[in-house]
């Protein structure tokens, strides 16, 4: 699927014509791609190593820094405990959830901390950094969704601010034939919109229109991004969240650990998400008449794929 790329080099909020590409990739495909986004090649390969590096302790180690009953939200999640909705097996994936460092009095009471690795020099920075910089770009994706649907370019600003977002590091390791299921089941993301890093590895796959598993695999340069659920409610479906996944490999020769770095832009948990008026007409009736909160959403959502 050679799916639509954009480039911020000069970035403009109302550049229309940029707006108009994103928004309808969002409607079409749910997928899109951004080149020239601004964030450091150095800072991406960075946090990469570092991601492999603390995939790479001793399981008794790494089981220091899960957080019972978090939900999986921050630190360490084992392999073989995320289970995507209507999936027979376990994904076959570990990973770490790094939030938002920058909480304001409200929030910081009630949301969950983020692990330090004091053990590895250099992590807590390197993923501080990168988050923030995504949480930046994010926000200027955000405003040119908001303007293709015809609101206010900043509608997203003060409803992502102190958003739940996550930066996940993710290991695929090898596969081992004896157990069950594929590296990642087919399913759609919770939040509003991803923004992945490390889509040059072969694996990644989505869900055309025919019903037909595409592959997407782009070089290191660009990050693509697709459509949440939550987005998708908020927009009474015009925008689609895609449904993809990762199979393992098909030749036995390229069998080896696997690794990604997605970051899930989330509203703020006491937004309420209600349909966008300009998203019903007479045509397209409000799927949604009741609202839900954004952090409850979340809830059922973890609850659905094993992590509560």
Same mark, same amino acid.
């Given at each position: 699927?050679?799916?639509?790329?954009?480039?911020?080099?000069?970035?403009?909020?109302?550049?229309?014509?940029?707006?108009?590409?994103?928004?309808?990739?969002?409607?079409?495909?749910?997928?899109?791609?951004?080149?020239?986004?601004?964030?450091?090649?150095?800072?991406?390969?960075?946090?990469?190593?570092?991601?492999?590096?603390?995939?790479?302790?001793?399981?008794?180690?790494?089981?220091?820094?899960?957080?019972?009953?978090?939900?999986?939200?921050?630190?360490?999640?084992?392999?073989?405990?995320?289970?995507?909705?209507?999936?027979?097996?376990?994904?076959?994936?570990?990973?770490?959830?790094?939030?938002?460092?920058?909480?304001?009095?409200?929030?910081?009471?009630?949301?969950?901390?983020?692990?330090?690795?004091?053990?590895?020099?250099?992590?807590?920075?390197?993923?501080?950094?990168?988050?923030?910089?995504?949480?930046?770009?994010?926000?200027?994706?955000?405003?040119?969704?908001?303007?293709?649907?015809?609101?206010?370019?900043?509608?997203?600003?003060?409803?992502?601010?102190?958003?739940?977002?996550?930066?996940?590091?993710?290991?695929?390791?090898?596969?081992?034939?004896?157990?069950?299921?594929?590296?990642?089941?087919?399913?759609?993301?919770?939040?509003?919109?991803?923004?992945?890093?490390?889509?040059?590895?072969?694996?990644?796959?989505?869900?055309?229109?025919?019903?037909?598993?595409?592959?997407?695999?782009?070089?290191?340069?660009?990050?693509?991004?697709?459509?949440?659920?939550?987005?998708?409610?908020?927009?009474?479906?015009?925008?689609?969240?895609?449904?993809?996944?990762?199979? +393992?490999?098909?030749?036995?020769?390229? +069998?080896?650990?696997?690794?990604?770095?997605?970051?899930?832009?989330?509203?703020?948990?006491?937004?309420?998400?209600?349909?966008?008026?300009?998203?019903?007409?007479?045509?397209?009736?409000?799927?949604?008449?009741?609202?839900?909160?954004?952090?409850?959403?979340?809830?059922?959502?973890?609850?659905?794929?094993?992590?509560?």
């Amino acid at each position: 699927m050679n799916i639509p790329v954009n480039s911020f080099k000069n970035f403009d909020s109302g550049n229309k014509e940029i707006a108009k590409d994103i928004g309808l990739a969002c409607k079409e495909f749910g997928f899109f791609a951004i080149k020239d986004h601004g964030i450091s090649a150095d800072l991406i390969d960075d946090t990469l190593n570092f991601s492999k590096e603390i995939f790479n302790l001793p399981l008794k180690s790494k089981m220091n820094y899960q957080q019972c009953d978090g939900a999986g939200q921050r630190g360490y999640t084992p392999f073989g405990i995320e289970k995507a909705i209507n999936a027979d097996s376990s994904d076959q994936k570990e990973f770490w959830h790094h939030g938002r460092s920058n909480w304001d009095n409200k929030h910081k009471i009630i949301m969950p901390k983020n692990e330090k690795v004091d053990s590895i020099k250099g992590f807590n920075d390197s993923l501080n950094k990168l988050y923030c910089e995504l949480d930046n770009l994010g926000e200027k994706i955000l405003s040119c969704i908001a303007t293709f649907l015809e609101i206010e370019p900043d509608w997203f600003n003060n409803k992502i601010n102190q958003g739940n977002s996550i930066l996940r590091l993710i290991h695929y390791p090898p596969v081992d034939n004896k157990i069950r299921g594929i590296r990642a089941a087919p399913h759609e993301d919770i939040n509003l919109i991803t923004l992945l890093l490390g889509t040059q590895q072969e694996g990644l796959e989505v869900l055309d229109r025919n019903n037909q598993w595409v592959p997407i695999i782009t070089n290191s340069e660009v990050i693509v991004c697709n459509v949440g659920d939550m987005l998708q409610r908020l927009t009474n479906h015009k925008l689609k969240s895609t449904t993809h996944r990762v199979i +393992n490999p098909i030749n036995d020769g390229k +069998n080896a650990s696997r690794y990604s770095m997605p970051f899930f832009i989330h509203l703020n948990p006491s937004f309420s998400i209600k349909t966008l008026t300009k998203c019903i007409d007479k045509k397209n009736p409000n799927i949604y008449p009741e609202e839900i909160l954004a952090n409850d959403f979340l809830k059922m959502r973890l609850n659905a794929i094993n992590l509560t």
